[in-house]
């Protein structure tokens, strides 16, 4: 039983080291589009080649981390053998662990 939960655990902490990427993609394109429109953040001043770009990348990589994060995550829900509004939102936080390390090493 431990041992399976240890290893959903290690899954989704490994899992977020190539997630970075995709968050990362989706805080560029927010920060630079519609939280700049609401004066909630500033562009980068070298941004100029419009957000049309920024889709035809984001789309495609946040969709491609999607389906493989789920097909991880799907058999080992099952075998973890907890309630899945435990272990799905467990999981989508601890594949964020990564980019919290790296934000808060960014700031130290």
């Known amino acids: 039983m431990w041992t399976r939960r240890l290893t959903a655990v290690g899954a ?7 997630g970075v990427v995709p968050v990362w993609l989706v ?25 049309m770009l920024w889709l035809v990348i984001i789309v495609p990589v946040v969709a491609v981390f999607g389906i493989i994060w789920w097909l991880v995550n799907e058999p080992m829900g099952r075998r973890a053998a907890l309630d899945p509004r435990v272990y799905w939102p467990a999981g989508v936080l601890l594949t964020l662990v990564p980019t919290g390390v790296l934000i808060v090493n960014s700031y130290v």
Not at 12 to 18: A, D, S
């Open 27 to 51: 805080w560029s394109f927010l920060t630079n589009g519609p939280l700049a429109d609401a004066g909630l953040a500033s562009r980068e001043p070298t941004e100029n080649d419009g957000m």
């Open 12 to 18: 989704n902490l490994l899992l977020g080291v190539p």
